[in-house]
């Protein structure tokens, strides 16, 4: 079995979510969260370091839609990230259904004492966590 190191991206208008993973322990961490500009310029240089460092064989991006599978509001943007990601790193990027992983993030940050501004590395944590198992 070959142990694969992932990053995975929780997107959204104004943050998105790192965490890192592997395949050997299905489990997955919070890295960061990273800040979206008001003119809506994705922080490139951020995720390049991200990438540098962690060397991951994939990537992992949580698909938001509708509950019935239809587009929402953000729907498409995320798809823009998604190949926006594979041309500038030449990685295969797996779209995770994430409904609910902002509540279940929630909870958990709740259950761990830890602070709210870390949502968003935790959704992509177990948005991560989800691909890992599936």
Partial sequence: MTVQTLLA????QRRIGV???QTLTQSARPLAV?????????PWQQIH?????WQPQALVLGLSQHADGTQNKITQAIHNFKAELEQRYNLSVHLVDETLTS???QQY?????QKEQFID?????????????G
């Fill in 109 to 113: 940050l709740e259950e761990t004492g």
């Fill in 49 to 53: 370091q991200y990438i540098t460092e």
């Fill in 121 to 133: 590395a935790v959704a992509a944590k177990m948005i991560l966590e989800t691909w890992l198992k």
């Fill in 19 to 21: 965490a890192v993973g």
């Fill in 34 to 42: 990273l800040k979206i500009n008001k003119n809506k310029q994705i």
């Fill in 103 to 105: 509540v279940a993030a």
């Fill in 9 to 12: 991206f929780d997107y959204g």
